[in-house]
């Protein structure tokens, strides 16, 4: 059974046709072509559906598209403002943060939403928030390290901090 | 010479704005006229020698464009998949 439902995604309306029955990844991907929300396991395990729902994460393969109708929708492609990448973004990608790329619009999503509640996390705190993330380039190091290199930690913690670098100048950062 | 840009520096990888914004076209995001989409039919036994596969079922579910069952698994060696383990 189709019905009209409207959509509040990245700061647009949409009214789509569709199955009552489709999960907010599947509009998302086939109805509206927002293919940067990735579908991995479809079980709500990898996290590469990650989607923010009124600033939440949440994964989009478990979530009915009809259940969601009015709440702002933000996915990867809106999280630049005016053309302007997130500062994740920027991070992601100056930190080699990013191999395949296919968990990477939910990592960043994830990390935003846990960034705008926690703001100078420790690094076991980055560690636990994108445990639902799974990246099978198994690149968790530098994308610890992209999240933290946003939100400096209060502390200054010798973390990424290699003895044998120190004084070699900025070569290697 | 001292004009090398890159040699010796971390520089993004070329793609990595793509994939960081969610344009990257994966091949499961690509959408052509027309297209079908397939899926593997595997043995529920391990080991097992593939002797035939009845497709008449699926094949009468609208939209089916039909099955590739080819008899030289039965004749060739046989090949074993399982989940999840590649």
Known sequence: MKRVIKLHINGEEFEVLTEVHKTLLEVLREDLGLTGTKRGCDLGTCGACTVLIEGKPFLSCLTLAVDVQGKKIVTIEGLSQDGEPHSLQKAFVKKGAIQCGFCTPGMILTAKAFLDENP???????KKAISGNLCRCTGYVKIVEAILSVAPS???????ERVWERGKGDSHE | MNNLDVVGKREPMLDAW???????????????PGMLYGKILRSPLAHAKILHVDLSGAEKIIGVKGGDQRKRYSEEKVWHCSHGKG
Do not use: I, Q, W, Y
């Open chain 1, 120 to 126: 100078h996390p420790s690094e076991g705190e980055v």
């Open chain 1, 154 to 160: 209060p502390s200054p913690l010798p973390r990424g």
């Open chain 2, 18 to 32: 793509e994939k960081a914004t969610g344009r990257a076209r994966f091949t499961d995001d690509l959408t052509l």
